[in-house]
C-alpha cells in the first residue's frame, strides 16, 4: 500500500550533519533530507540547480558576487547551475534539498566531509 | 539580490482552488502552489511523476486499484507516472506540487477546470 513520506520524522531520523539523506525522488530529482550546522565549503555544479527548503532553524547561502540570501521555515531558494555558492547555518537549520540525481554533494571539491550518492541513499 | 520564495505567501496570493501557480523551478521540473477543495478528476501522466506536499488541511489521493494516500502537512507522495489518480480535500487544503515543466495539469483529460500553463505561469 502506498504512503506518505513525512517530512520532520525523516529528519528526525538523521544522526549526522551535513549528511544528506534521499527520502523520495520525483522525475530526474531526488528530495533529499539534511541537517546543517556551520559551514560546507564553497562549490557550485556546472549543469545543476540546487533547491534549497529550510523546514526549521536559518539558512544563510553565500554567493558568489550576489550577497547571502537567508532562508526562514516556508522558504525555498534555488541556487543556479554553475554559481558558487556556500551554504551557512550558524546553529542547527533542517532543510529539504531537491536536486538531480546526479548531482553531486559538492560538486568538483571533494573533502573528507563530501558524502557519495550511495551515502546518501544508504 | 536574489532572495528566497515564502511559500505560505504564495499560497495566501492564491485566489482560486484548482488554479496552481508556479512559483519556482529547478531544473526540468517547476514548484507550484495550489489550494485544493472538492475532487479534481480521475487522470494520470502518462511520462512523468507528480509530487504532492500538504502544507495546511488534509489531501486523499486515490490511486486505481492501490485505495487511498492521506496527507497530512509536513507530508508528501509522489504519484508515479502512468498511475491513474484522483486528488481529493474535503475541506480546503493548501500543497507545493513539484512536477516535470511539460506536466499537463490533468493529463489528456480536459475539461473547463484544467489549467494551462500559461495560467499558471501568471
Not at 558558487?84 to 560538486?107: F, Q, R, Y
Amino acid at each position: 500500500m502506498p504512503k506518505a513520506v513525512n517530512i520532520g520524522a525523516s529528519l528526525d531520523a538523521v544522526a549526522q550533519t551535513w549528511a544528506p539523506k534521499v527520502i523520495g525522488q520525483v522525475n530526474d530529482q531526488y528530495v533529499k533530507v539534511a541537517k546543517l550546522h556551520g559551514e560546507l565549503m564553497w562549490h557550485k555544479h556546472d549543469e545543476e540547480d540546487e533547491l534549497f527548503w529550510v523546514i526549521q532553524g536559518h539558512l544563510k547561502i553565500e554567493l558568489e558576487g550576489q550577497g547571502t540570501v537567508h532562508l526562514r521555515p516556508g522558504e525555498f531558494f534555488v541556487v543556479p547551475k554553475g554559481t558558487m555558492h556556500n551554504p551557512v547555518a550558524d546553529d542547527e537549520c533542517w532543510i529539504v534539498l531537491i536536486e538531480t540525481v546526479s548531482t553531486k554533494h559538492t560538486g568538483d571539491v571533494v573533502t573528507e566531509r563530501t558524502r557519495s550518492i550511495e551515502e546518501q541513499l544508504s
